[in-house]
């Protein structure tokens, strides 16, 4: 596949998470806007807890699964997987079901955070950086899917 210049974060055989909605390899967007009003710890700042996230696409939700959501940390990382359930009349919202453990960016100086969602395990497909090539201002990444069944012993 080809990026824009975060693809030049990864190395050879570090893991990647891909999102893509054609092959149903979960869903993707940016984080718009995030709160955590009305949850305040002993010190007046934020427990993390049951904070409520604004996405820039609907979400899908499959009835009687568990639903995840990880983030995109500014330096290309992973954050979660995160349990989120359904804010009931709000298609573009989740609501963190446990602690979430960074903060996301939502201003328009520079890319918001982008986010990954799906049921169980198809929040995303992971696969390993195979190589990387740049191509004028793209990068040309190519991967294998990971799969844990060959790292049985």
Not at 146 to 153: F, L, P
């Given at each position: 596949f080809r990026t824009e210049l975060e693809g030049m974060i990864p190395t050879y055989g570090d893991l990647v998470a891909i999102t893509h909605d054609m092959p149903r390899w979960g869903q993707g967007g940016e984080v718009v806007d995030w709160d955590s009003s009305g949850n305040a710890g002993t010190s007046g700042s934020p427990s993390w807890q049951d904070v409520v996230m604004t996405l820039s696409e609907p979400m899908e939700w499959t009835e009687g699964a568990t639903h995840y959501i990880a983030l995109r940390r500014r330096d290309g990382r992973l954050a979660g997987p995160f349990e989120v359930e359904a804010v009931a009349g709000e298609g573009f919202q989740v609501r963190f079901l446990g602690p979430m453990t960074v903060t996301p960016y939502t201003a328009n100086r520079e890319e918001r955070t982008y986010f990954s969602f799906g049921p169980g395990e198809k929040w995303t497909q992971l696969a390993r950086v195979r190589s990387i090539r740049p191509r004028a201002d793209?990068?040309?990444v190519s991967v294998v899917a990971?799969?844990?069944?060959?790292?049985?012993?």
């Open positions: 793209q990068v040309e990971e799969d844990a069944r060959v790292h049985v012993n």
